[in-house]
């Protein structure tokens, strides 16, 4: 990405030229006796940083080396296997068409797994006072404050602001916080594993372009694999002979099948938000559906006209990025950057426990595992587990250790997702449930990660709820999961709604095909 | 330059006595703007039509940098067809909008606020959330006058 510096306006530094090039600036810093720290190495959300700053990723990666290696893999299995076969039946456009799709859909999920998707930066303590000044002027004086909003009229229509206690400030409109990456993001659309990113209106075009170009590269790798077979299959030779001459194309074609309907779903499901110009957020929570009364709250965000939401989603200004990664941090403020460098370091050390913990409660849970049928789903549905627990905090991973590793036990456990203004590393803010059970075989092993559906967050739960507003994947299910598919948008349903009816695990596990609907009727079935 | 030599003078002798946020207008929707509104704070200090008048330059600053129109959606259709890979290269529209807008606040805290004792921030420092403007105690006399 084209990269500005935003220097900040140094009162002492005024004089000097503002847009150096880092290494003078640098020298500048040093004679005052500090080394120049970038900000990104004080950045205070869970995001990773390579290349000095430059790319940005979420703490976890996800499944994105997945998504990775399945296209890289059908592809180069098909130029390899079935392009000198169709190069010389066909056309020399297929290779070419396939190569051209091949790199927008690389290129496009590089862009959305390592762009900025819209962050917006914690306010400083002095804007966070000046808010809290405002507020207490106005507000009750409870002890536990009540939850706070702002109302503002955006076309016609009220809309409410919420307060983000982690960034302590009035989240702008269309803005969520993420939990997993620890930042409020705009346009919040979803957080996605299989980019292993959030997705938000900086990158979301990048996104749209991903699904996209996949949706063409899978339909054209299916098409032209099975044109292959059919060709070869001629004279009366049959299937199988062609199947066994080039095996290759079975596994494509297998991958292609189970994807394309998903990834398909997706496309189409992206291209109604594009043209209605509403997040996924927006979508499931039922923001502009009018669902809470009669009158009839449109979208206050749409031109009415659909060429003009798309052009305006997908050609839009670019907006920069507002963290400013490789900006220098301003020399007063090293006091602070002190302070969040303890909280760094607590963090880092968080997470590694984290990650030892995992292994051992994975070991033990491999140990414990029934040998039942099954035991691929049930690795898998181990490991989706997994990944949920590794997205909570020691507290949660340690008193569920010190547990059976499969406890029977109707003792709920508690998602802390709490006291959403601690900037605690450790505050868990469980989002992302395995809620695949494909094999009820499996169900022991899931129980406890399928506890976390039927949590119930405790009240308040306003602050909380902020926190909830992203959209989980869906893995699909796990004997389809060689599949390459870009996961469905769902959110969880138990989180959205503070009620105590635990919602069984089932509730999860939809398909493919239609999810949306399912999603839907699962949702609305909750309120 | 003689100004900057005179803000460097007064920000040396005097200290911060507070600040002032000017918050965003979400009136018009999620489009950056700022609420033109003169903050009680300011009274003694600056002149209201003045203020307004920067506040209102900023805001048509940065609707000009978000207009959709025809030039806009050139840079995207183009950099859709280049796999967004122009965008390494090329500086965008709002980039640039973005650099004239720190001149355009550069100047005015030069040639206005500073001698009143203010400072104006790039919102952009700000992450586009608040104008805030720094108030200065005025200790020495002759400072920037």
Request: hydrophobic content about 35%; proline content about 7%.
């Amino acid at each position: 990405m084209k990269h500005c510096e935003y220097q900040q306006i140094d009162p002492q530094a005024l004089s000097t030229p503002t847009p150096t090039l880092p290494p003078q600036h640098a020298v500048v810093e040093e004679e005052k006796g500090e080394t120049a720290r970038r900000k990104w190495e004080v950045f205070p959300g869970k995001n990773r940083f390579y290349c000095d700053g430059r790319i940005i990723v979420a703490q976890q990666s996800g499944v994105l080396p997945l998504t990775l290696g399945l296209i890289l893999v059908t592809t180069v299995l098909f130029f390899v296997f079935d392009c000198p076969f169709l190069l010389k039946h066909l056309t020399v456009f297929i290779p070419a068409i396939g190569g051209v799709l091949f790199v927008f859909v690389v290129i496009s999920l590089l862009q959305t797994s390592f762009t900025d998707p819209g962050i917006l930066p914690r306010a400083t303590p002095d804007e966070a006072a000046d808010i809290e000044k405002q507020i207490d002027n106005s507000g009750s004086s409870t002890y536990r404050p009540p939850p706070r909003t702002k109302e503002v009229m955006i076309n016609q229509q009220v809309v409410k602001l919420k307060y983000c206690f982690t960034c302590k400030m009035f989240r702008p409109p269309r803005t969520s916080h993420c939990s997993l990456c620890d930042n409020c993001v705009e346009r919040f659309d979803h957080h996605c594993p299989w980019v292993g990113n959030c997705v938000g209106k900086r990158n979301y075009r990048f996104f749209y372009t991903f699904i996209v170009s996949l949706s063409f590269l899978t339909v054209f790798i299916f098409g032209c694999v099975a044109t292959h077979l059919a060709l070869r299959a001629q004279g009366g030779r049959g299937l199988m002979f062609a199947l066994q001459e080039s095996p290759a194309s079975a596994v494509e074609l297998v991958i292609c099948f189970f994807s394309v309907w998903s990834i398909l779903g997706l496309s189409g499901f992206h291209t109604y938000l594009v043209a209605s110009n509403l997040t996924t957020n927006e979508d499931i929570k039922g923001s502009w559906s009018g669902k809470s009364g009669a009158e009839d709250t449109g979208n206050p965000y749409s031109y009415n006209n659909i060429i003009t939401n798309c052009c305006s989603v997908l050609c839009g200004p670019m907006p920069p990025s507002l963290i400013d990664r490789r900006g220098f941090m301003p020399v007063e403020e090293s006091s602070q950057t002190v302070a969040t460098e303890i909280e760094l370091a607590a963090k880092n050390e968080i997470n590694v426990c984290q990650l030892v913990l995992c292994l051992s409660v994975f070991v033990c849970m491999a140990h414990h595992h029934p040998p039942l049928g099954g035991q691929l789903s049930g690795l898998c549905s181990v490991l989706c587990w997994l990944m949920s627990k590794c997205t909570q905090g020691t507290k949660d991973l340690l008193e569920s250790a010190s547990r059976s590793p499969c406890p029977q036990t109707g003792k709920p456990q508690t998602v802390s997702t709490s006291c959403p203004d601690s900037i605690d590393p450790a505050d868990p803010a469980v989002t992302f449930n395995p809620a695949v059970t494909p094999d009820p075989v499996a169900v022991p092993s899931l129980k406890c990660g399928g506890r976390h559906h039927s949590h119930t967050t405790s009240p308040p739960d306003e602050p909380r709820q902020q926190h909830h507003h992203h959209n989980r994947h869906h893995k699909t299910r796990s004997t389809q999961s060689s599949s390459k598919r870009a996961a469905l948008h769902i959110s969880n349903p138990a989180y959205n709604v503070s009620l105590s009816p635990p919602t069984s695990p089932g509730l999860g596990p939809s398909h493919a095909t239609g999810a949306e609907d399912h999603r839907r009727d699962s949702f609305a079935a909750l309120h | 330059m003689a100004e900057t030599h005179n803000m460097q003078d007064l920000h040396h002798q005097a200290a911060v006595a507070s600040k002032v946020y000017v918050q965003r207008d979400y009136n018009s929707g999620t489009i950056c703007r700022f609420q033109t509104k003169f903050p009680s704070e300011l009274e003694s200090r600056v002149d209201r039509q003045q203020f307004e008048e920067t506040m209102q330059t900023l805001n048509n600053l940065y609707a000009e940098a978000e207009k959709i129109g025809g030039k806009s959606y050139l840079e995207g259709c183009l950099a859709c067809m280049t796999a967004y890979t122009i965008f390494l290269c090329m500086e965008t529209h709002y980039e640039k909008v973005l650099k004239k807008i720190a001149r355009f606040i550069k100047e005015q805290n030069e040639k206005i606020y500073a001698p009143l004792g203010l400072l104006l921030t790039d919102p952009i420092e700000r992450g586009l959330r608040v104008v805030e403007i720094t108030i200065f105690e005025d200790r020495s006399i002759g400072s920037g006058r």
